[in-house]
């Protein structure tokens, strides 16, 4: 009987059911996922097939598919959040760049104040003004003589090595003498 039933063709899940004298009296129904085989009144037990194992290895194949699919997903996330970060660098960069050209202009609106105040005009109208002062006369002008030649002095120098080794001995001859 067991040889000519096909339920029985795959060893492997045969030999997991335990061998009974209740399994032998037993009736056996096919399914379409295996062989129900009835346990006394109301229990069966359900043998795997070549087609249930097919099904196993469809579901190892999904459960293949659902990790490509996952680890896919995580990469388009990371490429999608280097783009957001990439992009708030830009932003902070544009930022920055607006500061700096503001910053620019007050420093030109400065300089300009600046020379303004030192304008040869506007000293000698602060002086008169605000501080009483006049043109100087002839009387209060003193011219200084400055009695100076004009000579030209050549020093010799010892830029080379060797000059510089000679001169360094020297001293130290002229230190000790």
Do not use: C
């Amino acid at each position: 009987m067991r040889e000519n039933n096909l339920a029985y063709q795959n060893e492997r899940n045969y030999n997991d059911i335990p061998d009974s004298p209740l399994l032998k009296k037993s009736t056996n129904t096919r399914t379409a996922g295996g062989v129900m085989i009835k346990i006394g009144k109301n229990k069966r037990l359900k043998l795997n097939t070549s087609q249930n194992s097919s099904r196993k290895k469809k579901a190892h194949a999904a459960k293949g598919t659902v990790i490509s699919v996952v680890v896919l997903a995580a990469m388009a996330f990371l490429v999608l959040f280097r783009g957001l970060m990439i992009q708030r660098g830009y932003e902070k960069l544009e930022m920055k760049n607006a500061q700096l050209a503001a910053v620019i202009s007050e420093n030109q609106k400065i300089q300009f104040k600046i020379d303004k105040t030192l304008d040869l005009k506007n000293i000698e109208n602060v002086a008169k003004n605000t501080y009483n002062m006049g043109e100087p006369t002839k009387a209060q002008t003193v011219y200084i003589n400055l009695d100076q030649t004009e000579e030209v002095k050549k020093v010799s120098s010892n830029n080379s090595f060797f000059g510089g080794i000679s001169n360094f001995f020297r001293g130290i001859v002229e230190y000790f003498s």
